[in-house]
């Protein structure tokens, strides 16, 4: 079966149909992108979109930054290595809309302009506040991006159908992956630049219709094999796992049980609450959500676009437990981790094997065609997101208001938010390229652990403490950013981890080990961490101001004077 999985995915037939389906993405992306920047008038066009979208086109486009690659391939891809501990992701994901909703959606909405500093730093002083929350977007954003791009160049191999040791066009697997995370970095700032946010929140309402589509066409297609028996499925994933009934309950990925090691049997599960922490907290802190409510005209609009939200998202999560095991039942863990070892490209394979079991080799490769353009699309609009809260944060947080103290103009905000665009794209390139081996759900998870440390406790103790300052505001981001940060790069993630074959599944190469945390996800102490900072931060400090936290308060509640927020 996979000779002619391999057969069918190197064909040249496959190969045009990728290329033309993926072309006519890619062109119609651009077409919205150039259409959307003869719209681009002022700063909040470029910031917010002019505020003009409904609550339900800002809910697509929610579920649309959402829906990232990282669910779609990382989520899939982790299901089909991992079963029961694959799906804890999207359980995660889809709890954390609670706390956005409940907590942060409206009354953030309520008090800022266009990104989280216009809130934070609005009863404090401004130019500490709004750097060390520009510092604190830029880092999370470039973890976020970082996942995007991993799945990108996992993605451009597979389209063209090399296999490792082979070459297409001269290229390797290898350099195949790099050439498609340039070109991802390469699109992402032509689509900021130019259409700023309301190309990008265009761009993400068709990219929701196209995953959601796609996904639904996969799903259905893979339960007609079963006849629509899920049972039948999962029995089947099982089996073709290696485990049996092991791969359908917990502690195959996370919380496993080491026999005669009890010290690592609990760091296991210790690192699966910590992984549960950084899920269902980090949302609420994530700057290219945050800024999603400063798109829509109030605050009703905004509790709106968290419902739609949630509804697309929590449809699209169970679809990917029925595409998860029906990559691991169909394609087989040998062929995915073949692929790529992360098991980042079983969706887009389980796609080929069903087309190609429903209709032949041109089924197959139409269907590889058309769910790998999806999550090509995923990814593009994901890290467009990404990447204008970056931008906007740098130019409107820390040019404007710190650098000139409010005194820039519009055009010279916008010119230094494009700027700012480039400049995080090359980052994020260069950094992608070399955390290729990563799972790319597994990479997002650090993204929310060091969102949930560093931005959380801020914007809730900004929000709902009268003695919150400007020292607690800083000790909580700079103390929860440099706690998440410091205990990633002294994790396993970074370095010491090695597979049954020695080799490294750390960012640094075999033989190298500086590994002290023993948690690889840091959420469970960086987390309290960042909140302990704050706390501590605000008690050693003085300043209090009652009367601003009074006036935020009926900002937060009412919107009263939200347009002009961080103009003062």
């Known amino acids: 079966m996979n000779d002619v999985i391999l057969l069918a995915a190197t064909s040249s037939q496959s190969r045009l149909i990728t290329v033309i389906m993926f072309t006519a993405m890619v062109a119609a992306t651009l077409a919205i992108t150039v259409w959307a920047s003869r719209q681009v008038k002022s700063a909040t066009d470029f910031h917010s979109g002019g505020r ?23 989520i899939a891809g982790m299901i089909a290595l991992f079963g029961y501990d694959g799906f804890l992701y999207s359980i995660g994901f889809l709890v954390a809309w609670l706390v956005a909703l409940l907590l942060v959606a409206e009354l953030l909405r309520n008090s800022g302009r266009f990104t989280m500093a216009d809130v934070l730093s609005y009863r404090m002083r401004q130019r500490p506040v709004r750097t060390a929350a520009s510092v604190s977007t830029l880092t999370v954003s470039i973890f976020y991006l970082l996942a995007q791009m991993v799945g990108a160049g996992a993605l451009i191999a597979l389209l063209l159908g090399i296999q ?68 039948a499925l999962m029995s089947d ?58 798109t829509v005209p109030d605050s009703k609009a905004a509790r709106k676009s968290v419902n739609w939200g949630i509804g697309l998202i929590g449809s699209f999560y169970l679809m990917t437990l029925v595409l998860g095991f029906g990559a691991a039942a169909l394609v087989g863990r040998d ?53 204008i809260a970056s931008s906007s944060s740098l130019a409107h947080d820390f040019y404007n208001n710190v650098l000139r103290k409010g005194k820039a103009t519009e055009r010279e905000e916008i010119r230094v938010a494009k700027l700012a665009a480039f400049a995080v794209g090359v980052i994020a390139i260069i950094l992608a390229i070399f955390a290729q081996n990563l799972n790319v759900a597994f990479l997002v998870a650090l993204a929310f652990a060091i969102a949930a440390s560093a931005n959380l406790p801020t914007i809730l103790l900004s929000l ?69 900072c704050a706390v501590v931060g605000t008690l050693v400090s003085k300043e209090s101001d009652p009367d601003r936290f009074a006036v935020l308060q009926v900002r937060a509640l009412t919107g009263a004077g939200a347009e002009g927020a961080g103009n003062h």
């Open 464 to 532: 709902f403490w009268k003695r919150f300052n400007t020292t607690g505001a800083l000790a909580g981001i700079y103390g929860g950013l440099a706690g998440a940060v410091g205990l990633v790069f002294f994790s396993p993630v970074v370095s010491g981890k090695v597979n049954a074959d020695g080799d490294s599944l750390s960012l640094f190469p075999a033989g190298v080990d500086f590994a002290w945390f023993p948690l690889e996800n840091p959420g469970l102490v960086s987390i309290p961490l960042g909140l302990v």
């Open 237 to 294: 994933a099982a089996d073709a796992s290696g485990v049996g009934n092991a791969f359908l309950e917990p502690g195959q990925r996370y919380g496993v049980d080491v026999a005669g090691d009890a010290w690592q049997s609990m760091i296991n599960k210790l690192d699966l609450i910590s992984l549960g922490l950084a899920l269902v907290l980090g949302t609420a802190g994530l700057p290219h959500i945050l800024i999603r409510f400063y």
């Open 52 to 74: 003009g979208f409904s609550g339900m086109q800002n809910g697509f486009a929610i579920g649309s930054d959402y829906m990232s690659a990282a669910s779609f391939l990382g």
């Open 164 to 231: 490792p040791g082979e070459t297409y066009l001269g290229m390797s697997a290898e350099v195949a992956k790099i050439v498609g995370i340039i070109v991802v970095g390469i699109l992402m700032i032509v689509y900021v630049t130019f259409g700023g946010m309301k190309g990008t929140t265009w761009v993400q309402i068709v990219k929701a219709v196209m995953l959601m589509g796609g996904a639904a066409i996969l799903t259905i297609m893979v339960l007609a094999i079963y006849g629509f028996n899920l049972g």
């Open 335 to 387: 062929a995915i981790t073949a692929q790529n070892a992360a098991g980042n490209t079983a969706a887009p394979q389980l796609a080929e094997e069903v087309g190609m079991r429903l209709g032949g080799d041109l089924m197959g490769a139409v269907m590889l065609a058309l769910i790998a353009a999806v999550a090509f699309a995923a990814i593009l609009s994901t890290v467009a997101g990404l990447t």
